[in-house]
């Protein structure tokens, strides 16, 4: 499908006609350029080229006295008043003490002083001549020479002399090295106000009420003027001399006198002159007493204004701008007037115009809604009284084709106007509503309606062209859905774009609609000289270069994410808004994903640019001819001359004002700080001055110890830290300007202590005790470790010792046993019939014996202890199964006498084979007819006698053997710790006593 064509003078009405709306759709996009409260409260014009902005007691002001102004070479202003030493960061007053012995009759600061390196010299009332340097006020060492003079004014030199007049009207040159008095008469002569200026060849000019005077090369000289002795000199341009005559204005330059009025306004008060400077543009400003501020402007004097008299003072600051100090009415500032607001008061029918055209020719045409359409001519709004039906025909938007018709589109539809513009005729099928115009450079005009589904119908918003008398409206078969367009702009190569209310952008190329990129709302469309497109949107700035688009969002160094409107100028400057910056530089960084440059920020210039910018319309904005940017506002059209604005610093500083630590105010010159250990507050305030007021400064801050990036401080002036980690810490301050970060930092250290458990020396108590402590922990492991070795290792021994034990207790007796056993029963096979029967009773026998020994055995082989009855029961069985059918009588002690005292494995063991070694010697060898075994316990020894009443001891033949028996007795009973004595004798037998020793003697009864 193709867009649709019909001639102007279809008679057949469009239907998006009858969903027209009425009401006009008077809400707009809050981009807001509000002024922060900190701007003068009060704007008065002085005339067309100036306007005077003053600071009283509701802006912050504490003394509105003030006696005079001066500046310090970080770009602070000071104030001094009636009630102190104020300065001024051109946002907040900050107030200085001053040591009280030099304020023995009140606060007032009577004069002040800034030196060429920015030293502030003052005088309080003590009459004394005070400096401010570095935070510290101290007495200044001129003071010793003025007196007993008391000081009035003070000036420095280019030869960096200070001259300070006295209430005699002589005056003091002093130097370090030197001082000279001049005007001594003291001859009775009128007051006037102390002077100073300094020419172009270095001449200082002085004037007070006793000398008038040149110093140069060393010498004092009296100008050769026939003028008389002015009442007040002043600073004129490049080295003029500015002569005030009671009834005359004149300048004075290389020898030439000339006078600028003789029509005077202070020749009736003469005496009211305090100061004169002239500007950068030539103009004359006079601190005029109560005459008010006075001006010299274009060859006339222009009244002071009403609502600032009693002006005492002048100050040009670094930026340009004239300060004044009143007598009551606090402060002034005097700015060259850079903006001018057309709305009623100049001349239009309405106060609010919604959109701005520049023509072909430059000239400039602004539909002022329902006051219609204005031309502007010599700079002044001419209405084009244009008709319709007789009545005066609203505008919303405005263009003029290149048949010079003018083209005007408001809520009733689209009108054209031929020259010169009286009567307008409607364009019959084109929807209500039209709020963009555009005359394209094929002189098609472009049209857009922001009906339909922007307000909140079903009924699609329409957008086409009219050309050669016929209407082009684009539908879907052209890719257009009915989206309300917002803006249009015109490529070089003649491509229309267009962006919408929903955030689409839009190309249109032989009438077909593309869709290249979707925002957010994009209010303004501007393609540069390099034909690239910049985008504004609410949201972002986009830049679509090549096919791609870049983004401007989430840069750190510029806030306004969105803007109104984007213009560039001739001087290779784009504007986003009021922030300008250098189209080529900005474009690089955005291209390259660096942090933007500082932009030059022009919200705070003055209060007209407490304004919302209306997007309703388009175009809204435009740059002329001369470089100014015209803006429809909520208040009227606004004109910003950027050559008009103040310089502002290129090299802007950050101070720290104050640093309290808990609560407790502390100095600021510190090299660091200390904190102590614990809860704590810290406060630091700081300032940046910027006397220009074009916008707060660009500051950024870090706080090293706690992280490396930067982050902005530009809308808060105190910083708060609190819970701070023990460590050391740097808190760095920056400020910005366009130029880049080029000032260095100011920088505060401070320390935050650790608690005590936390400080080095406990830390390494700690440590050590921490080492020692794992020391002595692993020792003690070490040692345990080692007994557990070793006691398994006695265990393994034991253990190994108890199988050495039982292996020769069952080969010496039972292995012996059975050996014998077996030989006994093999040869009793052998023996003859009669002697059978006592082998087999033997046989009995040596098995009754290895019967005992088997049990004997297995009871001293149970696991755990015995006790000592049970081995004397042990013994008794023994004793009473190898004595079984024997001819001996064998005696026992009765066991139940003896006590349940336990007895170790060993000492068991070993006591019951040494006993019953001792019982089986008796039986077979001692030929004894009786035998008594007596066990007893006392003082947790047992004693054990064995007695027999044999043939003793054997003879030498059997020693050998017996002695085996013997010797393996006392080895026992070494082993145990116990002790064996040996008693024979052949005629009474043989005596054996076991004596041990028992560890443990508690027992069980």
């Known amino acids: 499908m193709y867009p649709k064509r019909e001639r102007i003078t279809t008679p057949r009405r469009s239907k998006l006609a009858s969903f027209a709306l009425k009401c006009v759709l008077t809400s707009f996009l809050a981009f807001s350029l509000s002024v922060p409260p900190s701007l003068a409260t009060e704007t008065t014009p002085l005339s067309e080229s100036y306007l005077l902005q003053t600071w009283s007691g509701k802006d912050g002001l504490s003394n509105r006295i003030i006696n005079q102004i001066g500046q310090d070479a970080d770009g602070y202003l000071w104030l001094a008043t009636m009630g102190g030493l104020i300065r001024f960061d051109g946002t907040n007053y900050r107030e200085f003490k001053i040591p009280p012995q030099h304020q023995p009759r009140g606060y007032n600061i009577r004069t002040l002083v800034s030196s060429p390196q920015g030293k502030l010299l003052l005088q309080p009332t003590s009459g004394r001549i005070l400096f401010r340097e570095d935070g510290q006020i101290e007495e200044h060492a001129s003071s010793a020479t003025i007196i007993p003079e008391q000081p009035r004014e003070m000036f420095y030199a280019a030869d960096e002399s200070l001259w300070i007049s006295t209430e005699s009207g002589s005056i003091l040159r002093w130097t370090p090295q030197n001082s000279q008095w001049f005007g001594t008469d003291t001859t009775p002569k009128r007051k006037i106000n102390a002077s100073f200026a300094q020419d172009s060849s270095g001449g200082s000019w002085i004037n007070t009420s006793s000398c008038f005077g040149i110093y140069k090369d060393d010498r004092w000289s009296t100008p050769e003027i026939d003028l008389g002795k002015p009442i007040l000199i002043g600073q004129g341009t490049n080295g003029e001399i500015l002569l005030f005559a009671e009834d005359a204005l004149y300048t004075y330059q290389d020898a030439r006198l000339r006078m600028l009025s003789n029509q005077v306004p202070w020749q009736d008060n003469p005496g009211e002159l305090y100061e004169a400077i002239t500007d950068k543009w030539g103009t ?21 204004p009403e609502n600032f008299p009693f002006v005492n003072d002048l100050t040009l600051d670094k930026s340009g701008n004239i300060w004044a100090a009143s007598y009551g009415n606090g402060l002034g500032k005097v700015t060259k007037r850079s903006t001018t607001l057309l709305n009623r008061s100049s001349g239009l029918r309405s106060e609010i115009s919604s959109s701005i055209y520049q023509d072909s020719d430059q000239n400039i045409w602004i ?10 001519q010599n700079d002044k709004p001419v209405s084009t009284n244009t008709l319709f039906q007789d009545s005066l025909l609203a505008a919303n938007t405005v263009s003029i084709d290149h048949e010079k018709q003018l083209w005007i589109g408001n809520e009733q539809g ?22 963009i115009l555009h005359v394209s450079s094929d002189n098609k005009i472009w049209f857009a309606t922001n009906f339909g589904r922007f307000g909140h119908s079903n009924t699609p918003a329409t957008f086409g062209h009219i050309e050669g008398g016929e209407i082009v409206f684009f539908d879907d078969g052209a890719g257009y859905d009915g989206k309300p367009i917002q803006s249009l702009a015109e490529s070089y190569d003649g491509e229309m774009w267009a962006g919408t209310y929903t955030g689409f952008l839009f190309r249109v190329t032989n009438d077909r609609v593309e869709l290249i990129h979707q925002q957010s709302s994009i209010p303004d469309l501007h393609f540069d000289s390099e034909s690239r497109l910049w985008i504004a949107s609410i949201t972002d700035t986009l830049i679509l270069e090549n096919g791609t688009v870049h983004s401007l969002q989430n840069n750190s160094n510029y806030r306004d994410k969105g803007v109104p409107s984007i213009l560039d100028d001739q001087d290779g400057n784009i504007w986003l808004g009021l922030n300008r910056f250098r189209l080529e530089q900005l474009r690089e960084k955005v291209l390259t994903g660096q942090p933007a440059p500082i932009p030059e920020n022009f919200n705070r210039i003055t209060r007209d640019l407490d304004l919302s910018i209306l997007v309703n319309s388009h175009p809204f904005s435009q740059m002329d001819r001369d470089g100014r940017l015209w803006f429809t506002t909520s208040k009227g059209v606004l004109i910003l001359d950027p050559k008009a604005l103040p310089e502002r610093a290129e090299s802007p500083v950050v101070l720290i004002d104050s640093v309290s630590i808990n609560g407790d105010t502390v100095a600021t010159d510190i090299h660091a700080h200390t904190i102590p250990a614990g809860p704590h507050s810290i406060r630091i305030e700081f300032s940046s001055p910027n006397l220009s007021n074009l916008s707060r400064s660009y500051i950024r801050q870090r706080l090293l110890g706690a992280g490396k990036e930067w982050e902005d401080a530009s809308y808060t002036d105190t ?17 910005g300007s366009p130029a880049g970060w080029k000032t260095p930092a100011t920088t505060l250290a401070f320390e935050v202590l650790p608690p005590w458990w936390q400080t080095i020396w406990f830390r390494v108590l700690g440590l050590t005790g921490a080492i020692a402590f794992v020391a002595i922990f692993i020792w003690i492991w070490t040692q345990r470790r080692m007994q557990a070795q070793l006691a398994k290792l006695e265990q393994d021994q034991a253990l190994e010792r108890e199988r050495a034990r039982i292996a020769r207790d069952l080969h010496d007796d039972l292995g012996g046993g059975l050996s014998a056993l077996q030989l006994f029963a093999s040869r009793l096979a052998e023996e003859p019939e009669s002697k059978r029967s006592k082998s087999l009773a033997q046989l009995a026998e040596r098995a009754r014996r290895l019967n005992a020994d088997v049990h004997s055995i297995v009871w001293l082989f149970k696991p755990g202890e015995g006790t000592l009855q049970e081995l004397a029961e042990l013994i008794e069985q023994y004793a009473a199964e190898i004595f079984k059918g024997s001819t001996i009588d064998c005696r026992l002690s009765d066991p139940g006498t003896l006590p349940s005292v336990p007895l170790t494995p060993e000492a068991q063991h070993n006591l019951f084979f040494a006993a019953k070694e001792a019982l089986t010697n008796s039986l077979k060898h001692a030929n004894a007819t009786k035998i008594s075994v007596e066990l007893s316990y006392k003082d947790s020894t047992l004693n054990c006698i064995l007695k027999d009443d044999g043939i003793g001891l054997p003879a030498p033949a059997d020693q050998q053997r017996r002695r085996n028996g013997l010797i393996n007795m006392q080895i026992r009973m070494r082993e145990i710790g116990g002790k064996i004595d040996f008693h024979s004798d052949p005629q009474t037998g043989t005596q054996i006593t076991i004596t041990y020793q028992i560890s443990d003697p508690n027992h069980v009864d």
């Open 284 to 304: 004359i400003w006079i601190a005029a007493g109560k005459l008010g501020l006075i001006h010299w402007e274009e060859g006339r004097f222009l009244p002071a």
């Open 367 to 376: 539909a002022n809604g329902d006051g219609g359409v204005y031309r502007i």
């Open 719 to 735: 910083l708060h830290y609190s819970g701070l980690a023990p460590g050391e810490y740097r808190l760095e301050l920056q400020a």
């Open 414 to 435: 689209l009108f054209v106007s031929a020259f010169p513009y009286k009567v307008a005729e409607k364009i019959q099928d084109v929807p209500k509503n039209v709020h």
